[in-house]
């Protein structure tokens, strides 16, 4: 089969100096980044779309235009060093590009997974395993795709609490895991979100060569409150604003219903919603959240985004739940501790520990100093 590439869903396997040299002679990426021109305000555009949590969207631009426009914002979020915008641009891009990884032949898959330095290859014989009788007859499903099992377990390792992405129900011959059409794209999918993210960590880029699409950038975001929500949430809960949700400072219940949704385990109700609130209240976005949750069995993006934001504050009354009190959660059975931890509140006991550890340092022979 020919393999056919739509770098308007792959952008970040393209070549972006040799398109501009070839379209645009004598431009730059930064001379192409006006925010008035038409590049960028396509650039600008998708941006604001994946702010605010919505996909790519198809524009009326050539490939060419898309991948330039790509690019752009890659330098536009390294120059904020957002953490949780290089995120957002990340999942938004890969889940662009899933929308199509799905519908591309075998071929092609392996091409894209190869130009993001995956060792994958086409099983020359692939394996079979039987699915399903029809009139009497075995039907097979074949899985064509040989990934390398290190590439394999790294890219899988979110996904891991889903059986169909487990290793134990994975084919595992000679240092090569045997996958379908269903599973491999997936896998791609994870791969192609860590990709982008190194992509925008390692760009080289000077910021004041970006000039006044910066300050359009930073414009999108505070219209759409997205510095300000995390400090809000911050003071109200009292916990100490910081970039980074620190998962070794949890309580024990919470590190316990996490544990559970990395496994893929069904959680309560009750463990859903306590947990969403907490989540929320650290300054966790709806995307991070969303993501944790799709390891569950019976995730419905749709419906599990609404209760987030439900009960984030985002929709409905606007009222940001608490998590359930220590207590309640005793109540519940959802407390792993005998006693209790000597507070009334999970988030006042996160508040302690990032208090704690941010005063507390450990030398090498692991006595703790102040």
Known sequence: MAVIIDYTYYPFIADVNSIIEYRWPGATLATLADPNGIIGRRALRILERIIKGKDIGRGQRTAEEEIVAYYIILAITRTLGDRRLINRVAIAYSKHAYEKLRYENIPTLIAIAKRIGI???????????????IRGTPAF?????????????????RLA???KYRIVNQIVHRGYVYLDKDVFPRILEEAITMYIVNQINELQVRSEELGHIIDKAREILERANWHQVRAVRHAQQGVLETDVVDFNAFPPCMSKIIEALRAGENLSHQARFTITA???????????ILELFKNVPDFNEKIARYQIEHIAGLRGSRKQYMPYSCQTMKSLGLCPVAGDCGAKNPL???????????YRKVTSDGKEQK
Request: charged share 30%; glycine share 4%.
């Open 119 to 133: 060792n994958v290859l086409q099983a020359k014989s692939p394996p079979r395993i039987p699915v399903k009788m």
């Open 348 to 358: 006042a006991i996160y508040r302690r520990n990032i208090l704690r550890n941010k």
């Open 161 to 163: 609490g889903e059986p």
């Open 278 to 288: 907490f989540l929320a209240r650290i300054g966790m976005d709806v995307e991070e």
């Open 141 to 157: 499903i074949a899985k064509p795709f040989a990934m390398y099992f290190k590439d394999y377990l790294k890219f899988s390792a």
